[in-house]
């Protein structure tokens, strides 16, 4: 069974950075897509990122430009570097090994998170002044 444990999060002034990291084991990392979601209170979880075994990624359009995944597959790690932080992207961010990997974020959408057996304890951002 896959564990995860992200790491990264914390509070954040409007405009800042973090990176994210979540530590995957448990599985043949490479095999894996990685995904990011979030959810923020009272909200579904949405993907934020997605990053394919052989690296081709996929993001919301709302933060496209500003966010950035990555992963290492010699250390089972996934990255999300988050850049221009707004307040509204208050949230736990979580990862997740996926055996998929879509092109056509709307996908991503229509499949839902709920087809996740598991999911780590993720890691609270918080952007405020």
């Known amino acids: 069974q896959v564990q995860l444990v992200e790491s990264g999060g914390g509070l954040v002034q409007p405009g800042g950075s973090l990176r994210l990291s979540c530590a995957a084991s448990?599985?043949?990392?490479?095999?894996?897509?990685m995904d990011w979601y979030r959810q923020a209170p009272g909200k579904q979880r949405e993907l934020v990122a997605a990053?394919?075994?052989?690296?081709?990624?996929n993001y919301a359009d709302s933060v496209k430009g500003r966010f950035t995944i990555s992963r290492d597959n010699a250390k089972s790690t996934v990255y999300l570097q988050m850049n221009s932080l707004k307040p509204e992207e208050t949230a736990v961010y979580y990862c997740?090994?996926?055996?998929?990997?879509?092109?056509?974020?709307?996908?991503?959408?229509?499949?839902?998170?709920?087809?996740?057996?598991?999911w780590g304890q993720g890691t609270q951002v918080t952007v405020s002044s």
């Open positions: 990053i394919s075994g052989g690296g081709r990624t």
């Open positions: 997740n090994a996926d055996l998929n990997y879509y092109d056509d974020y709307n996908d991503y959408v229509r499949k839902g998170s709920e087809r996740f057996a598991s």
């Open positions: 448990g599985i043949i990392f490479k095999v894996y897509a």
